[in-house]
């Protein structure tokens, strides 16, 4: 099968339009998608990995490499259990208002005793703690002769 049989077949199992995926592909028309469809003319290598994100696989699996249509979302089921990928589908076919409103309600639920696992190794995050952006370890260069002039703007740029 062809790179654009695959991706048209992969499309429709999804229920994606030629225009919804053209658009989040960065094309702008859906006859950008027709042609590559109907003989792959048009898919710059660039392009490949957008799409193969868009439509939930891998650009090996668009190349035709792979039999499997394995995705992002096989690894977060892997990690976190079978629901999550089916959230993370569910939460995709949903317009801007409505990923708004379910992650309001999540953000309700884990405040609730009720729904909280016993031991949580998900480490949140405030929106003010800013500690992940702090280095882990740090050196001065030796490839150059550090200046004082030098040491005195990385401390502002730390101190920020």
């Known amino acids: 099968m062809e790179i654009g049989q695959i991706i ?13 995926l053209a658009l989040k592909a960065g094309y702008k028309s859906r006859s950008s998608i027709n042609k590559i469809e109907v003989d792959g003319r048009g898919l710059p290598q660039s392009k490949i990995e957008s799409i193969a994100k868009i439509l939930k696989t891998t650009p090996a699996y668009l190349m035709g490499w792979e039999n499997d249509t394995a995705s992002a ?5 892997n990690c976190f259990g079978t629901d999550a990928g089916e959230i993370l589908e569910n939460f995709h076919r949903m317009n801007e208002k409505g990923q708004k409103e379910a992650l309001k309600r999540v953000r309700e639920m884990v405040h609730i005793p009720e729904y909280i696992k016993e031991q949580n190794n998900v480490r949140t995050l405030s929106p003010k703690d800013k500690s992940y952006l702090l280095p882990v370890a740090s050196h001065e260069r030796t490839d150059i002769e550090v200046t004082e002039e030098m040491k005195r703007h990385d401390d502002a740029f730390f101190d920020e």
């Open 73 to 77: 979302f096989d690894y977060v089921n």
């Open 8 to 20: 048209k077949r992969r499309r429709e199992e999804l229920g994606i339009s030629q225009e919804e």
